[in-house]
């Protein structure tokens, strides 16, 4: 099975290092010590964490009830305004999201550069790649 440093098992779920290596202490996720000595954590535990931190996000976030499950909150990084349509940046953590929208759709929530947002993403067809 795959394993991971504290580094790259804090970055996957977005939560700092240090988050992830008191969650270990305390017994949150299991960690073992690779041949090299290091601490990493097994990737199944990861994938557990990483949900973990998710509700937990999603629970301090004060999220809207939604059937959206695919939730990237971020900071709007872009706005291209048309006559009609509009084109939105969102940098989500390592995520960088582009949606087209109508133009009233970005007034309306007076989406602009530098304000929070978070990209709610719905989709029929998803592509996924193995790492």
Do not use: C, W
């Amino acid at each position: 099975m795959q394993t991971y440093t504290i580094g790259q098992a804090a970055r996957l779920p977005g939560v700092s290092p240090d988050t992830a290596r008191r969650r270990a202490d305390a017994g949150r996720v299991a960690t073992h010590r690779d041949p090299a000595g290091r601490r990493v954590i097994g990737g199944r535990d990861l994938a557990a964490f990483a949900v973990e931190a998710g509700q937990g996000a999603a629970a301090e976030d004060g999220a809207p009830h939604t059937s959206a499950r695919n939730a990237f909150p971020g900071i709007v990084t872009a706005v291209r305004l048309g006559d009609v349509a509009a084109r939105i940046g969102i940098q989500a953590g390592l995520h960088r999201i582009v949606s087209l929208l109508t133009r009233e759709a970005v007034a309306e929530p007076g989406l602009a550069v530098g304000r929070r947002a978070t990209a709610r993403v719905k989709s029929t067809s998803v592509h996924i790649d193995r790492a």
